[in-house]
């Protein structure tokens, strides 16, 4: 079992950057897929990117590739999550996630443990 704490959420404005820290706590953190996932008010949990343990595979959803970067440092047991770019439609709370098996599924039944989230709010 991981787990997870998020930070770095806030309010920014439409094109700016924001980065999201995922600090995880027990060992299983540097065998576990890392992934991120978003939450809009009144919607679906939303996948957002993924990245194995190993770093080596990684996947996004369409609506941030090229905007987002999602990394990991297995030494400090944290994982992170660059936003460039952003949009109003970027609003959202935020969960990082992980899983035990290195699929880059999109689907939040996959992973076992989740953070508590962070909110995110893009003004236009």
């Known amino acids: 079992q991981v787990q997870l704490v998020e930070s770095g959420g806030g309010l920014v404005q439409a094109g700016g950057s924001l980065t999201l820290s995922c600090a995880a706590s027990g060992r299983a953190f540097s065998t576990a897929t890392l992934a991120w996932f978003r939450q809009a008010s009144g919607k679906a949990r939303e996948f957002v990117a993924a990245l194995t343990a190993s770093a080596r595979s990684v996947r996004y959803a369409d609506s941030v590739k090229d905007r987002f970067a999602i990394s990991r440092d297995n030494a400090k047991n944290t994982g992170r999550l660059q936003m460039n770019s952003l949009r109003a439609e970027d609003t959202a709370v935020y969960y990082c996630?992980?899983?035990?098996?290195?699929?880059?599924?999109?689907?939040?039944?996959?992973?076992?443990?989740w953070g508590q989230g962070t909110q995110v709010t893009v003004s236009s």
């Open positions: 996630a992980a899983s035990p098996y290195s699929v880059l599924s999109t689907s939040p039944t996959s992973y076992n443990d």
